[in-house]
């Protein structure tokens, strides 16, 4: 059954740092995700993409955050500075339809 | 603002039992609700959907109910099973926005003893 994929699965940086976490959707889905969960809180939604484009995103999705399709695979979502609070596990999720339902495995990101 | 609340926080089990998991949500105007599996270290798993036209949807062992006017859902598992072991979680669409900006609870974590 086809999954979502999602390297590096742990990502250490220092503090002021770019990273960027990369992300393989299942072929045929045209809605993508990123969500985040730090460490003991709930899942939040980061930014949703369809047709090559951001189609919503929440506040925490401010200027240091971007998403990018730069081929027909892949999805990656880029840090620009990394603070010591990005720190958390990063899902990246597609879906065919609206309803979202395919979460790839996540990236932990430690900021030091 | 919609804000999603699981109880309880944890849950054990011997095998075998039934259990019922508990999810509130403030705003009843919601499209659907989803109940995830998480596993450690891993992905959410999506178990069952339920529209908000629905009362129930069933799984397998599982049967997740809906009660919008009351702003509450309830994951039911029969027969509890080692494997099932996990921590559950229940999500609705942000209102407004698109049906897969979620809305997370904090989840259950449960675990079932052999």
């Known amino acids: 059954e086809p999954e979502v994929t999602q390297t590096p699965s742990h990502q250490v940086t220092q503090m002021g740092q770019e990273v960027i976490l990369r992300c393989v959707p299942i072929?045929?889905?045209?809605?993508f995700y990123w969500y985040r969960q730090i460490l003991g809180q709930k899942v939040e939604f980061l930014v949703s993409?369809?047709?090559?484009?951001?189609?919503?995103k929440s506040e925490i999705f401010d200027d240091q955050f971007s998403v990018e399709r730069p081929d027909g695979s892949n999805f990656t979502l880029k840090i620009r500075s990394t603070k010591l609070e990005d720190s958390a596990m990063y899902f990246c999720a597609s879906s065919e339809l609206e309803h979202l339902n395919d979460f790839g495995p996540g990236t932990r990101l430690l900021v030091l | 603002k919609q804000e999603v609340t699981q109880i309880p926080a944890a849950l054990s089990v011997p095998e075998g039992e039934n259990l019922v998991l508990n999810c509130s949500f403030t705003d009843s105007a919601i499209y659907n609700l989803q109940w995830f599996r998480q596993d450690p270290g891993k992905g959410l798993t999506s178990l069952l959907l339920i529209q908000s036209s629905q009362r129930e949807q069933t799984s397998g062992r599982l049967n997740a109910s809906l009660d919008k006017s009351s702003g509450r859902s309830t994951l039911y598992i029969a027969a509890s099973q080692p494997g099932d072991s996990a921590t559950y979680l229940c999500a609705v669409p942000n209102y407004g926005g698109s049906q897969g900006n979620l809305i997370f609870g904090k989840g259950t974590k449960l675990s079932v003893k052999p």
């Open positions: 072929s045929n889905h045209l809605y």
């Open positions: 993409f369809y047709n090559n484009e951001i189609s919503e």
